[in-house]
């Protein structure tokens, strides 16, 4: 937006705000209300058509908005300890105080998943309620263009520029980019002289190839409880077969722990007592193998296991040594994945802003004064279920009281 000077000439008008935050999802929109709630003249600006995008489409469109078990263990970092300061001050039961405020219902799936009873769109508009009751102003469709720091930021947007004593970087990260996701806060965070920890996909589907794929071959769709670790991390929840891989909870949790070159041990069988497959022999000599297999996993699945020569006659002409080695099989898959199926299908990304370079109490930047990085843009990631949004309340909830 351009205005007349009296000799003919333009100017770029400047608007001037307290706070300006750059993304209107989950952090950066519970950011702006509590900022403004303080006072502050705050503006949220996002190149999205609409605010939130990316919780209208979690959770199946009913957002798992938030989980009872929500501590820093639970979470992926450089810095184990970062996110605890934040995820106490604003815990799950505050934001659950917030929902109940305006009457949305909810309700508890496992695992201390709290989910919508109607719509993830509620949600939204709950948070957009509270930033016009408080003052916050929000605009969309709002391209960012050059960015500079000079006592005051100063951001050109579409329509003229903003200046501001604050500015925060809510833009989250690069995955699901068919929404917009763009990395537009690592670009500015290394322009101020921040580090960034390298971003990569995080719960995320992995990939299989040559031999580990092909034994898989026409097993898509076919599912299983498991417990799949990496390094030191396990996790005991579903497992899909896809047509390239691997994808269901157990999986999207353990790829954020793995690494290319790493393998993923997945035990079958979690739930089955040890030495089952002799208890069987013992109970029922008569059964097949593959009967007894069934009865633990799928049987497609369980067809991948057994030993050719086995597949017919009675379990009690199997050797105890035999059967011992077949269950430690199932208990101790060994796969090597060929990759992942990148940000396309990443629920979050894992990286970001570096918690060396951020307050944890605050989220703001210690080289930078009134600069602050917040939610998916920061390296805090968390594990399925919640955790990942409840991140981004807690974060925003800090650096709204302290931009």
Same mark, same amino acid.
């Given at each position: 937006?351009?205005?007349?000077?009296?000799?003919?000439?333009?100017?770029?008008?400047?608007?001037?705000?307290?706070?300006?935050?750059?993304?209107?999802?989950?952090?950066?929109?519970?950011?702006?209300?509590?900022?403004?709630?303080?006072?502050?003249?705050?503006?949220?600006?996002?190149?999205?058509?609409?605010?939130?995008?990316?919780?209208?489409?979690?959770?199946?469109?009913?957002?798992?908005?938030?989980?009872?078990?929500?501590?820093?263990?639970?979470?992926?970092?450089?810095?184990?300890?970062?996110?605890?300061?934040?995820?106490?001050?604003?815990?799950?039961?505050?934001?659950?105080?917030?929902?109940?405020?305006?009457?949305?219902?909810?309700?508890?799936?496992?695992?201390?998943?709290?989910?919508?009873?109607?719509?993830?769109?509620?949600?939204?508009?709950?948070?957009?309620?509270?930033?016009?009751?408080?003052?916050?102003?929000?605009?969309?469709?709002?391209?960012?263009?050059?960015?500079?720091?000079?006592?005051?930021?100063?951001?050109?947007?579409?329509?003229?520029?903003?200046?501001?004593?604050?500015?925060?970087?809510?833009?989250?990260?690069?995955?699901?980019?068919?929404?917009?996701?763009?990395?537009?806060?690592?670009?500015?965070?290394?322009?101020?002289?921040?580090?960034?920890?390298?971003?990569?996909?995080?719960?995320?589907?992995?990939?299989?190839?040559?031999?580990?794929?092909?034994?898989?071959?026409?097993?898509?769709?076919?599912?299983?409880?498991?417990?799949?670790?990496?390094?030191?991390?396990?996790?005991?929840?579903?497992?899909?077969?896809?047509?390239?891989?691997?994808?269901?909870?157990?999986?999207?949790?353990?790829?954020? =722990?793995? #690494? *290319?070159?790493? &393998? @993923? %041990?997945?035990? +079958?069988?979690?739930?089955?007592?040890?030495?089952?497959?002799?208890? $069987?022999?013992?109970?029922?000599?008569?059964?097949?193998?593959?009967?007894?297999?069934?009865?633990?996993?799928?049987?497609?699945?369980?067809?991948?296991?057994?030993?050719?020569?086995?597949?017919?006659?009675?379990?009690?002409?199997? =050797?105890? #040594? *035999?059967?011992? &080695? @077949? %269950?430690?099989? +199932?208990?101790?898959?060994?796969?090597?994945?060929?990759?992942?199926? $990148?940000?396309?299908?990443?629920?979050?990304?894992?990286?970001?802003?570096?918690?060396?370079?951020?307050?944890?109490?605050?989220?703001?930047?210690?080289?930078?004064?009134?600069?602050?990085?917040?939610?998916?843009?920061?390296?805090?990631?968390?594990?399925?279920?919640?955790?990942?949004?409840?991140?981004?309340?807690?974060?925003?909830?800090?650096?709204?009281?302290?931009?």
């Amino acid at each position: 937006m351009l205005s007349c000077l009296p000799d003919g000439t333009s100017t770029r008008i400047v608007e001037k705000f307290d706070v300006l935050i750059l993304g209107a999802g989950a952090a950066g929109l519970m950011c702006a209300m509590i900022a403004a709630r303080r006072g502050r003249r705050v503006l949220v600006v996002d190149h999205a058509r609409q605010a939130g995008e990316k919780i209208l489409i979690s959770g199946g469109g009913r957002c798992n908005f938030t989980n009872t078990g929500c501590v820093a263990e639970r979470f992926f970092s450089e810095n184990a300890r970062f996110a605890r300061s934040a995820l106490a001050r604003y815990t799950p039961r505050d934001f659950l105080d917030l929902v109940e405020r305006h009457r949305i219902g909810w309700h508890e799936k496992t695992l201390g998943q709290l989910f919508c009873d109607g719509s993830a769109r509620q949600i939204v508009a709950m948070l957009l309620a509270e930033c016009a009751a408080s003052g916050a102003v929000v605009r969309l469709g709002q391209s960012v263009g050059e960015v500079s720091h000079s006592g005051r930021f100063r951001v050109g947007l579409g329509g003229g520029d903003v200046e501001a004593e604050s500015l925060v970087l809510a833009s989250g990260g690069l995955s699901i980019p068919k929404i917009g996701a763009s990395g537009l806060a690592y670009r500015l965070a290394k322009q101020f002289g921040l580090a960034v920890v390298a971003p990569r996909p995080g719960l995320v589907p992995v990939t299989l190839a040559g031999e580990a794929l092909g034994r898989l071959d026409g097993l898509a769709g076919v599912s299983a409880t498991v417990e799949a670790g990496c390094g030191g991390a396990r996790f005991r929840e579903g497992m899909v077969v896809t047509h390239r891989g691997l994808s269901g909870p157990a999986i999207l949790q353990v790829s954020s =722990a793995w #690494r *290319e070159g790493q &393998a @993923l %041990e997945i035990d +079958l069988v979690p739930g089955a007592p040890a030495g089952f497959l002799r208890a $069987g022999k013992r109970a029922r000599p008569k059964a097949g193998l593959r009967a007894l297999l069934g009865e633990v996993l799928p049987q497609r699945l369980a067809d991948v296991f057994l030993p050719a020569a086995r597949a017919s006659g009675p379990v009690g002409e199997i =050797a105890d #040594r *035999e059967l011992l &080695a @077949l %269950e430690a099989a +199932l208990r101790c898959w060994r796969l090597l994945p060929s990759g992942t199926e $990148g940000y396309a299908k990443a629920e979050v990304t894992l990286g970001g802003v570096s918690t060396r370079e951020l307050s944890q109490k605050s989220m703001a930047a210690r080289g930078m004064p009134g600069l602050f990085a917040i939610g998916e843009a920061v390296d805090v990631t968390g594990w399925l279920g919640g955790y990942n949004f409840q991140w981004a309340w807690a974060s925003g909830f800090v650096a709204g009281e302290a931009a």
